[in-house]
Every structure is written in structure tokens, then in C-alpha cells.
């Protein structure tokens, strides 16, 4: 580690996601600093090197001397989600601590394999819930928790975005695309630390209108979750219907919902009913990658567990391959899911100022299209 107790990190993968939220977070730290790039696109570290003043470039054929050269602490791993796993247990096998973006793989035991490796080699490991210290989130589970809405019994949820690229990783089942794994996992994530308790059975339904840029994955799936005490969670989550991010939680009392719930730069607004009266709050944006990476690096340099682990990493892969396996079957599915020991709580908030602007990217696209 640097003298100034800076963990060192590279990120691992340049697309859309690391260059217009990842790279310029690294800026609103003060624990976090950004040494290395790892791609196979040599305008993206070229162009990015010079822009972002990072010394150390790799090409994924070089990321073993990446993880070997002494220059690094940690990776933030941005790739397909078919190659989260790989790229998970090499720099584990090299002692280097590993921040993971969601789904953290692309089965069970993919998940397990990580696990294995960074405890073999006493690494951390955390999968990249940013919400998890988000304000918004984190209220919305103190909310429930304090049972303001009286007792929580039902959740619903749509999260929905156009992706119009037809080669967008999101549309290719190679890459482990998907609806519910890409963007469904906000879902289910949310009901998970909103009801503080893991789902016991559940049945999905996907639909798809036969367009071409639907010809691997589902255009939209629908979703019914059974939680302990007979509590119910629905959710719909679509690549092909116009920009919503909502989840509602229901109680004996009341209701609570977030509008833009899942958003990574924007406003979330509450909108918390009790006994017929509403109140409305809003929570400004700020940098969500920035809290992350500083919550990781708080974590490596005080030598504690992240609460986002391996074990909620895997929890939810369970969960999305038991949807799939109902999809498939057209049944109910029971799930077994890891007993979790911690919950995201209030007492992880953390917020970072803003990003003014936006970064133009370099080879890469938001899913939307958008440059």
C-alpha cells in the first residue's frame, strides 16, 4: 500500500459502466487511488491513461503481471459477467483483494469458487451493491425495519430500460446476459434487505415479441417471490419498454415507495404514506462508485468483512437460477439460500459529492445507445 494508506486499485475492463461512473469516482476518495488499467482495447488505455494520469497499462494477456507487479492492492472487476469468475480467483490466487460488480457470477458455483479462493488466500471479497450504502435504500430499510408501515407484507417493483445495441453484452447469453440477471438483481436485492430475510419459493414468466435484438435473452420477465410469514414480492424487469427504476413496499399501515430506486446518478424520491397522508423526500445525487470504493478500501485497511460478501453475492445467483429453472419449467421453484449474518443497515451510509459533467467515452455505449 502507499504511504498515505491508499489502497491501490485497477480496474479491470473499460466499458460504458467503468469509464462514466467507475473512473471518475476515484477522484471523490480519499482512501482510493486508481494505478492501473486492464483491457484489450489499446485506444480505451491509451486515451484513458493519458486523461485519468494512470501509469500502468494491461492487456487482458497481461493481467497476471498486473496482479504481480507489487504496483496494485486491489481490482474492481467490470467485465461480462461470464468472466467475473476468472478474473475473480486469479487475483485472489495473488493475494490482491477484489471488488466485484453484479451478478457476481454466472452460477452457484462460479460463486463458490470465488469464495473459496479469496478466503484460501485471506483476501476480501465484496460484490458491488452499491445501494447497500446508499441513503435513499438505507432509509427505506430503517423505514420498514422500524415497522412505520406496520408490518411489511407485500413488494413490487419495475425496472425497465431500453437496450437498442444489438451486440450490448446484456442481449448475449454467452456473455450471461439477461434481463434478471442484469437489472431483475436490483430487484431482488431490494426485497432481500427490505424484508431482511431470504425468499423460500418462487416463479417467474419471461416474454419476448420476437424482435431480432431479443434472439438470446428474454425481452422482460415477470416475477412472484415467497418470503417467510407469507410475505409476497412481484417484480417485472424489461430491456424493451421505456425508462422506469420503482419499487412499492406495502404494510399493515402503510406504504413506502422510491421513484428512480435503482438509479446509480440520479434523485431518489420517497414517497412514505401512513394512514392516508403522504410525505415526500428527496435525496440528492451524488457519487455511488466513490462511497463504494471507499467503503472497500475502509474495509481492507481495518482489516473487516464487507457486509455486500460473497455469501449475498451467491444468495442472489440462487435465486436468478431458480427463476430461470421456473421460466423453463413453467413451476414454482423452492430456493435454498445462505443464512446472511449481516443486513445492510443506516449505519453504512456513506455520500461523495457529485460528478459535474459527464466523461466522454471511448469505445463504449450506455445500453440505451446513448454515446
Not at 24 to 31: D, I
Not at 79 to 102: D, F, G, M, S, W
Not at 134 to 162: D, H, K, T, Y
Request: glycine share 6%; net charge negative.
Amino acid at each position: 500500500m502507499t504511504q498515505k494508506n491508499k489502497i491501490r486499485y485497477a480496474v479491470v475492463g473499460l466499458g460504458w459502466f467503468a469509464q462514466e461512473a467507475a473512473l471518475p469516482a476515484f477522484a471523490n476518495t480519499e482512501n482510493s487511488e486508481l494505478v492501473a488499467l486492464v483491457s484489450d482495447d489499446p485506444k480505451k488505455l491509451e486515451e484513458l491513461s493519458k486523461k485519468y494520469k494512470i501509469q500502468h497499462k494491461y492487456s487482458y494477456e497481461e493481467y497476471e503481471d498486473c496482479l504481480t507487479s507489487g504496483e496494485i492492492d486491489a481490482v474492481y472487476i467490470a467485465l461480462p459477467n461470464h468472466l467475473h469468475c476468472e478474473y475473480t480467483v486469479r487475483a485472489a490466487n495473488q493475494a490482491i483483494h477484489v471488488l466485484c460488480e453484479k451478478p457476481m457470477a454466472v452460477t452457484e458455483q462460479e460463486c463458490e469458487e470465488m469464495m473459496k479462493a479469496a478466503k484460501d488466500n485471506d483476501v476480501k471479497l465484496m460484490i458491488a451493491y452499491r445501494l447497500h450504502l446508499e441513503p435513499a435504500n438505507l432509509q427505506a430499510v430503517e423505514i420498514v425495519r422500524s415497522q412505520q408501515i406496520g408490518e411489511p407484507r407485500i413488494f413490487n417493483s419495475v425496472f425497465s430500460q431500453q437496450v437498442v445495441d444489438e451486440g450490448n453484452i446484456r442481449l448475449r447469453d454467452v456473455t450471461g446476459g439477461g434481463t434478471i440477471y442484469d437489472i431483475g438483481i436490483y430487484c431482488i436485492n431490494a426485497v432481500r434487505y427490505l424484508f431482511q430475510d431470504e425468499p423460500t419459493e418462487v416463479f417467474a414468466v419471461a416474454a419476448n415479441k420476437g424482435e431480432q435484438r431479443f434472439s438470446e435473452v428474454e425481452e422482460m420477465s415477470s416475477v412472484i417471490m415467497l418470503f417467510p410469514n407469507e410475505k409476497l414480492a412481484t417484480f417485472t424487469c424489461s430491456f424493451g419498454a421505456a425508462k422506469v427504476s420503482t419499487y412499492q413496499v406495502v404494510g399493515t399501515k402503510g406504504d413506502l415507495r422510491l421513484e428512480s430506486a435503482y438509479t446509480w446518478h440520479g434523485e431518489i424520491k420517497h414517497y412514505l404514506t401512513i394512514n392516508g397522508e403522504t410525505q415526500e423526500r428527496n435525496f440528492e445525487k451524488h457519487d455511488q462508485l466513490a462511497a463504494e470504493f471507499t467503503y472497500f478500501s475502509d474495509c481492507i485497511l481495518q482489516n473487516q468483512d464487507p457486509e455486500p460478501s460473497g455469501t449475498e453475492g451467491l444468495n442472489d445467483v440462487r435465486i436468478i437460477q431458480a427463476l430461470y429453472k421456473s421460466i423453463e419449467t413453467g413451476q414454482p421453484v423452492k430456493v435454498e439460500t445462505l443464512e446472511r449474518s449481516q443486513h445492510p443497515t443506516s449505519a453504512q451510509t456513506i455520500k461523495r459529492p457529485d460528478n459535474q459533467g459527464k466523461p466522454d467515452l471511448i469505445h463504449a455505449a450506455s445500453p440505451s445507445g446513448d454515446s
